[in-house]
């Protein structure tokens, strides 16, 4: 049996230096295993060694290694300083001692005084203009007094917060000082497919230049799915580890385009969830904090979900859209007709999948500016003009 088996495959030039003669193995069988490769011929066994020349041939870099030579020189790391002022206390229950006189009997005169304490925190961030502007997390630098920022290359410059937005939980920094700057490629989150390559790259508890690889968990996370109120940003979803001190550096794609900005993690049982904000929403919001030093959120004031399963079924032409699940009363969408159950389908001459599409044509329309959206309530169509204004206005309506 084992001479038919030699027969059918050529023999190579090559010697064995315990064999005289070695066959050719056909490339499904052919792997290699700790540097040799074992036949079962007729219950023996013929050992193949794997030369040294052949192990060379073996490229030693992933993909990350070129990844990061486009993107890794660009990640800083962000020390902030500010002061915290904290109450001092008597030790005695609160509004116990309120006569100055019984104060100064007791002798506890001064121990309510306000003290001070500087507060360290630190943070990543990625450069993306060669003029030195740097992408971060806002609660990164929020209140911050001081901020220093850590060059890959050794350097430590200060820089100064050009403008944040809490909404968002982005802020822009400018590094102070001559460059030339190293600057990360900007991806398109927008092209983005659940399963990608997603590399993350930070300084988590101080530690710097940590590079962690996943993939895109999911897409369009909103923040209320993480019992997160008071945000505006649907994010990305991530397995690659994000740690404390990750926030505001860039989430890279295989090609070490920077697609994200990490901003949180999951912790707990069943951890392993890290987000990102999309870096097409981050450069939205950082051209408007450059050149305004604040960003504009329109609103119309609804609370929207996607479409329920038995709703979708009841719709005729398979219908997609948002369906509306609050009207804010008083505020523009009340004001334009628009009520809970109806269903968004389309806003300007755009249509609409899903609660995002409905998010991002208010944004890209602006305040102040109407904008026809077309509904479906009870299967009928219906179109209504509405004007949506600044988020920070809904309580004047």
Same mark, same amino acid.
């Given at each position: ?52 020349? #052949? ?23 962000? #020390? ?309 204004? #600044? ?7």
């Amino acid at each position: 049996m084992a001479k038919e088996l030699i027969k059918r495959f050529k023999t190579i030039s090559r010697v064995s230096p315990k064999h005289t003669s070695i066959i050719k193995l056909p490339t499904f069988i052919f792997l290699a295993l700790l540097g040799q490769f074992c036949i079962p011929l007729e219950n023996k066994f013929i050992y193949l060694p794997i030369h040294a020349e #052949e192990r060379q041939s073996f490229s030693k870099q992933s993909f990350v290694v070129e990844a990061l030579s486009r993107s890794g020189q660009a990640v800083v790391t962000l #020390e902030t300083q500010r002061r915290v002022l904290s109450k001092g206390t008597s030790g005695l229950p609160p509004g116990l001692i309120i006569d100055p006189y019984l104060e100064r009997f007791f002798g506890l005169q001064g121990m309510g005084t306000p003290r001070s304490r500087i507060e360290r925190g630190q943070g990543s961030g990625v450069i993306f203009t060669t003029e030195g502007f740097v992408l971060t997390n806002a609660h990164v630098v929020e209140k911050t007094d001081r901020l220093m920022i850590g060059m890959s290359d050794g350097r430590v410059v200060p820089g100064r917060v050009i403008g944040q937005d809490s909404l968002t939980d982005l802020a822009v920094i400018q590094l102070e000082g001559s460059g030339p700057w190293p600057t990360a490629p900007l991806g398109d989150s927008d092209k983005l497919s659940v399963g990608d390559w997603a590399i993350a790259v930070g300084n988590p508890f101080g530690l710097e230049n940590t590079v962690t690889l996943g993939i895109i968990s999911n897409l369009n996370r909103n923040v209320a799915q993480l019992g997160i109120s008071g945000k505006r940003i649907n994010l990305i979803q991530t397995d690659a580890a994000i740690n404390p001190g990750n926030s505001g550096g860039p989430l890279l794609n295989a090609n070490g385009e920077v697609i994200g900005i990490n901003t949180l993690v999951r912790s707990g049982p069943g951890a392993g969830l890290g987000f990102a904000i999309p870096i097409n929403r981050a450069q939205e919001i950082a051209k408007q904090l450059i050149e305004k030093g604040q960003a504009s959120h329109p609103m119309i004031g609804v609370s929207l979900s996607s479409i329920p399963n038995e709703t979708q079924q009841n719709l005729k032409n398979e219908n997609t859209g948002a369906m509306i699940r609050y009207v804010i009363p008083g505020g523009p969408a009340d004001l334009g007709g628009l009520e809970v159950g109806d269903i968004i389908i389309a806003a300007g001459k755009k249509e609409t999948n899903n609660p995002s599409d409905v998010i991002q044509a208010i944004n890209q329309n602006g305040s102040n500016k109407p904008i026809i959206f077309t509904i479906l309530r009870s299967k009928r169509e219906i179109k209504l003009p509405i004007t949506p204004i #600044e988020i920070n206005n809904i309580g004047n309506f």
